[in-house]
DNA sequence: TCTGCGTGCGCG
DNA sequence: AAAGCGCGCACGCAGA
């Protein structure tokens, strides 16, 4: 029996056993399926249906519990400010939970064939079913979407999903505008745990059950692959299709209640969810649905050109060196040459063996007799051994050898410079990581230029394939459905947003025009496509701008025909956070008045601390040659240094290699605690907080927590106190840590030296890298209503400190770009004024300030 | 062929 | 024997 017999027999054991499982499981669902989900199949029920919906709105006016999370959504500043500015956000008047049921999970191509929903105050639940395959008798699909069209198109009801994005997309493209989606129970699980392992409703649902009250105790918790595998619903029938559905909004009903509760309760999350993130699902979903038209003849015409460039960097290198024969031997041989001596070694085993047999075969075929089978065998072995000798076991035969010089290897440019060349490696001096050795990043090689012309090329062979690789040659196959580039956005521990590239179905299942009539044919294309199989989008937070070659990438991104750019930076936002904080927290004033008097308030610093004339700090001064120090860029280092809590050594070394002396960068680095008192006392107070609750929180009260510190924070004292050290900033903390006895308590007083550490740098960063994503935030949050909804601009990208929408040209007028300006800087009220960049951009990254522009021509003046 | 890791680099 | 925050992606490499 070969040996993969009993493991496929396995496999297939387990399969059915699944199966059986499953079958057994839908049975049980079917049997014990409650009075009060109703699944409708029946276009004439649909009416009656709507009805329950009425009644369960006109109850809910009346419930108290109801009526005072009704003020939570209504009650926010951002929506008082709307008002201000004549736009309504309406007033909440019911609450519901709403699933949809879906052909796939693409979110440009997929569509539903079914939805949920629960109205908790009547406690029933129902299901519409409009595009399962079982062929059985169902509602049509343009009747069951009809009749809910204008509730989910009502901004008044609220509607609760569990990942509302998804859902959101899944109804844009079954042909609604959704409205008053305002509570997502994932985020919302989110601004209560980040750090939950498992955000999905189910995993969720299971582990909270025993706080969400006896009927979720009743609630089994089979998940969707339980029941119906990895397969489509559409496949199942809408009878227990159904009861899956209602039993999950039934769940989201049960989870969103005692999150709300629950948010209320703790602290002040209800402000971090209500304030905010109440609003998020339906911006992001505007924003990423929208994503970037693409200059695609600009965007090859771009790629041909750096391929030549990249091909001449190349060839310019290793014209420099004569990567012989003998060059790879030794790099072979240095490399790996283990592996390769390994491989001689055997292979020599395996030649051996070979001659052995073949001389034991020559004997045995010398005997046999010539009319025989294995008279023949032996011969035809024979043969075949000597027509095929194995392969002689030298290095260059070996799997391992190289046999060409891979510029993108890094192991090959650390032979080069290190062995072949012998460079002196100054790796250390220059990264941060103490571990590393013979590295070959930019930083370094730079300062091996200098002394190896021949090595200049590889910094042009870097830049180009990361500009060709990462986005020229991607961007063409990533685009969607609309032929523009989109991404998924998705929050991280501070609260900021990251960007990705997705996977979806291929684009060619896309179908404009969906009727009754194809409807379920088309589903059934959509079923049986393979999920998450081509790649689409990029993360749209990294495209290049830092120099010329990555600007021309930006400057291939375009408005939409008819429509201009107007995008805006909050200038300096999180300094202006720690002088907000400062001031209010701590009554330090000082840098948030200069923020007021509108100075350049790394200028006015930099002359404090290192005692310059304010004139030489400029840019400017450095730049023309007057000083050659960069005071002001060292003055915004400081900041940055000590906002991440960057050790003072570490800056002193930046600063010298930026041209100023020891002596003077301590000096500065002294006095900023003396002209900026506050500032220590915000970190010290912020760590304060973090020893005693084991978390942060930003102005809006959106928490990132850091389990486990409190706990090591406790034991570290504890070694400490055996040390005799009397806290982390004692200056002989090094001198005294050799006092522990045994290396195992060493070691254990590193980790934590490390390890809380590194929690408290992050946890005073999140208090102002937080807040200024919140800020990003509720200015995202207006523009969505004041700029998208009532406007018409597309809401093109959100990136950390920035926006940018896509204006009609008729409405880029000098009052828009006021409007934008207000949107950045008014929206929200700081202890230092706001301040913004507002640009006009015909391409991203071809910027013109409101000056430079021309409003009655649309176009750049002079142009 | 897939997966996980290290290194390096794009952005704020 | 520590000491700059927050990300995602491409590539080489090693092991399965």
Not at 217 to 244: K, Q
Request: charged share 30%; hydrophobic share 35%; net charge neutral.
């Amino acid at each position: 029996m070969a040996k993969a017999e009993p493991v496929e027999i396995g496999r297939r054991l387990h399969e059915k056993e699944e199966a059986e499982k499953r079958t057994q499981r839908i049975a049980d669902v079917l049997e014990n399926k409650p009075k009060n989900y109703h699944v409708i199949t029946d276009d004439s029920k649909l009416d009656a249906m709507i009805e329950r919906l009425r009644e369960e709105v006109r109850l809910q006016q009346k419930d108290e519990w109801f009526r005072r999370v009704f003020d939570l959504f209504n009650d926010t500043l951002i929506r008082r400010k709307l008002s201000e500015r004549g736009i309504e956000i309406p007033l909440v008047k019911s609450l519901t939970v709403w699933d949809t049921e879906t052909s796939g999970l693409d979110k440009m191509i997929d569509l539903s064939g079914g939805y949920s929903f629960w109205l908790p105050l009547l406690n029933e639940g129902y299901y519409v079913a409009y595009g399962h395959l079982t062929g059985e008798a169902q509602c049509t699909r343009s009747k069951a979407l009809g009749v809910i069209r204008r509730f989910i198109e009502m901004a008044d009801h609220i509607k609760s999903f569990h990942n509302a994005e998804y859902d959101l997309n899944i109804m844009r493209n079954d042909g609604l505008k959704p409205a008053g989606v305002r509570f997502d129970s994932q985020d919302a699980h989110w601004i209560l745990n980040e750090h939950e392992k498992s955000h999905g409703l189910k995993p969720l649902f299971t582990k909270y059950k025993s706080m969400l009250g006896p009927e979720a105790a009743a609630m089994d918790d089979y998940t969707f692959e339980d029941l119906f595998g990895n397969e489509s619903p559409m496949m199942y029938d809408s009878e227990i299709v159904g009861i899956y559905a209602i039993k999950d909004v039934h769940k989201g009903w049960l989870l969103t209640k005692w999150q709300i509760d629950t948010l209320v309760k703790t602290d002040d999350l209800a402000r971090a969810y209500f304030e905010i993130r109440q609003y998020l699902p339906e911006v992001n979903t505007e924003i990423t649905r929208t994503g970037f038209v693409i200059d695609l003849g600009r965007l090859r015409q771009l790629g041909e050109v750096y391929s030549a460039e990249l091909e001449k960097a190349k060839r310019d290198f290793l014209d420099a060196y004569d990567i012989d024969d003998n060059f790879l031997y030794n790099m072979s041989m240095a490399l790996k040459g283990d592996r390769i001596r390994d491989w001689c070694e055997k292979q020599q085993r395996r030649i051996d063996k070979q001659a052995e047999m073949l001389a034991k075969r020559k004997a045995e075929f010398k005997k046999a007799n010539p009319t025989t089978k294995k008279y023949a065998q032996l011969k035809e072995w024979i043969e075949r051994a000597e027509s095929n000798p194995l392969i002689e076991p030298i290095p260059q035969n070996a799997p391992d050898y190289i046999t060409e010089f891979n510029l993108s290897s890094n192991d090959h440019l650390a032979y080069l410079i290190y062995d072949h060349l012998g460079i002196k490696d100054i790796t250390k001096q220059v990264v941060k990581d103490k571990s590393r050795s013979r590295a070959v990043s930019k930083d370094v090689l730079e300062r091996y230029f200098e002394r190896e012309e021949s090595l200049k090329p590889l910094a042009k062979v870097s830049l180009y394939e990361k500009l060709l690789g990462t986005y020229i040659e991607k961007i063409p196959d990533a685009l969607d459905v609309d032929g523009r580039l989109h991404t998924e956005l998705n929050t991280v521990s501070t609260g900021r947003y990251s960007s990705k590239g997705y996977k979806g179905k291929p684009n060619d299942l896309f179908r404009e025009n969906v009727t009754d009539d194809n409807f379920l044919e088309h589903i059934r294309c959509l079923v049986s496509a393979k999920e998450k199989s081509v790649p689409k989008g990029t993360n749209i937070q990294n495209i290049p701008s830092r120099n010329d070659e990555g600007l021309a990438v930006r400057k291939t991104f375009i408005p939409r025909e008819g429509y201009t750019y107007l995008g805006s930076d909050l200038s300096s936002i999180e300094p202006r956070l720690q002088a907000h904080r400062m001031s209010v927290e701590f009554g330090d004033d000082t840098f948030a008045e200069t923020f007021r008097k509108g100075l350049d308030s790394y200028i006015e610093f930099a002359s404090m601390m290192f005692d310059v004339d304010r004139e030489l700090c400029t840019e400017k001064a450095y730049k023309s040659g007057l000083i050659n120090i960069p005071y002001r860029k060292l003055t915004k280092d400081m900041f940055l240094a000590k906002g991440y809590g960057q050790a003072e050594d570490q800056f002193v070394k930046t600063a010298v290699q930026r041209g100023i002396t020891e002596e003077a960068a301590r000096a500065g680095y002294a006095k900023f605690d003396v002209i900026l008192p506050g500032f220590s006392k915000m970190v010290q107070e912020t760590f304060a907080h973090l020893r005693k609750y084991g978390w942060t929180a930003t102005l809006w009260g959106q928490k990132r927590r850091f389990p486990g510190y409190i706990e090591k924070y406790r034991r570290l004292c504890v070694l400490m106190k055996k040390a005799g050290i009397k806290g982390k900033d004692d200056p002989e903390l090094g001198k005294k840590s050799r006092r522990f006895r045994t290396q195992v308590e060493r070691n254990e007083f590193w980790d934590l030296i490390r390890f809380t550490g590194g929690c408290e740098r992050s946890a005073f960063n999140h208090t102002i890298q937080g807040s200024g994503a919140n800020v990003l935030q509720l200015c995202m949050i207006r523009s969505y209503y004041e700029c998208t909804l009532a406007r018409g601009w597309e809401f093109n990208l959100t990136l950390h400190d920035e926006q940018k929408h896509s204006v009609p040209n008729d409405q880029l007028t000098e009052e828009a770009v006021e409007l934008y300006d207000d949107i950045m800087t008014n929206t929200v009220q700081l202890a230092t004024p706001l301040a913004c960049d507002t640009v006009i951009e015909p391409r991203w990254m071809e910027e013109y300030s409101p000056d430079e522009w021309d409003f009655n021509n649309c176009k750049p003046k002079g142009a």
